[in-house]
DNA sequence: TCCTTTTGCATAGCGTGCTATATAAATAGA
DNA sequence: TCTATTTATATAGCACGCTATGCAAAAGGA
């Protein structure tokens, strides 16, 4: 059978494109779904803090900040204490985006996990947890 | 915390940025190592089959099989009984790099794992499977 | 103060995934 | 047989992940 390596993959693909699917008509892609929701937990987050808090890599984070601005998602703004950072803030285009998109994903992890029991599901996200750890680590 | 499908796409980015770690050195790229794992099992198959067996879209494969072509690592050749399909064989060269590479993969999911007990790690592979066809059938 | 290092962001270049579309060969149906 | 459909591959165009690099601002040290 399959690798846990081939299996993560495979397993993200799906989760991906099951995401893009719900959030296709917002216009929406699934990274910017995900950066949108962090930012309604606090708004004005620089490119850094989304950067550690989404743990992807700061270019890859800046080309996808350059794209939601490009779709009026987002605006940034420099930062009055630091020139060299730019604050980003939610539009209102990109507002009433979220809170359709939020309970969509949350479909999907419904979903995705629709077919495990309560023990199981909180086992999967136990064991996927333990395992980026772990991956961190080496 | 973070989402299922947060982790899940997590988890598959940490797993392929160790394995290309592990790769690197010979001129692999992750998707590349499948493609040549797959083969290794069966040679010759075409194009079609191997997206079947390692369930990425048709165009995916053909981009990833003209870089590997373009690497040295398989050669195409019209097949005898169908003329629209090509069929893949592993070249010297690629096969001399997947032995190593396979022992290094397996080396990764070892890691990867090393923080669970094996009914730990069985359970893991069994639910990631699970969610792969639940996520399939919807 | 001046110089070095660090930090925040942008850009270039690439691999891998997707959808949509094109093309040619095989197959099926009339 | 001749046409219509299906099948195998290719290509265009995009999102998103990465590494490597460059640049400007901030911070630190002499």
Redo the contacts between chains.
Sequence with gaps: ?H?????????????????QHEVRDLGLAPAQF?VLAEMAERDGLTQRQLVERL?VEQATMANTLARMERDGLIRRAISDADRRAKCIFVTDKGRSRLEIAFQR??K??A??????TSQ??E???N??????????R?
Tied chains: 1, 2.
């Design positions: 059978m690798s846990a390596g081939f299996l993560a993959n495979l397993m993200a693909r799906k989760f991906a494109a099951r995401l995900m743990e994903a949350q999907v992890n979903i995705a996990t629709s077919d495990l199981e599901t086992m999967f996200v064991l996927m947890n333990k395992v980026i750890e772990t991956l961190k080496h």
